[in-house]
Nanobody
Framework: QVQLVESGGGLVQAGESLRLSCAAS????????MGWFRQAPGKEREFVAA???????YYGDSVKGRFTISRNNAKNTLYLQMNSLQPEDTAVYYC????????????????WGQGTQVTVSS
């Protein structure tokens, strides 16, 4: 089994940037697709980005052009670089892992982290 721990969240002003990290441990992480979801209070969980083991990336429409997902397979770590943050980006961001990006985009991931809070003030 895989355990995921997010970090890097915090409070920023609109227009600023943050980089989230997700460390994977336990089980066998090799070959897993990984991604990010977010959930704001009173809102449904929203797909943010996903990346395959080989580096193919996918983005939700609301973040494309502003966020960049990447991974360091040797370190078993996933990243989300968030630029030009806006108040609408305020949410708990969750790291996820699955056997392929299709499962992630279909909200059928196998593993989830506990989340890290991102708050963007206007």
């Amino acid at each position: 089994q895989v355990q995921l721990v997010e970090s890097g969240g915090g409070l920023v002003q609109a227009g600023e940037s943050l980089r989230l990290s997700c460390a994977a441990s336990g089980g066998t992480a090799s070959g897993y697709a990984m991604g990010w979801f977010r959930q704001a209070p009173g809102k449904e969980r929203e797909f943010v980005a996903a990346i395959s083991w080989g580096g193919t990336t996918y983005y939700g429409d609301s973040v494309k052009g502003r966020f960049t997902i990447s991974r360091n397979n040797a370190k078993n770590t996933l990243y989300l670089q968030m630029n030009s943050l806006q108040p609408e980006d305020t949410a708990v961001y969750y790291c996820t892992a699955a056997t392929n990006t299709g499962r992630i985009r279909g909200t059928m991931s196998d593993y989830w982290g506990q989340g890290t809070q991102v708050t963007v003030s206007s």
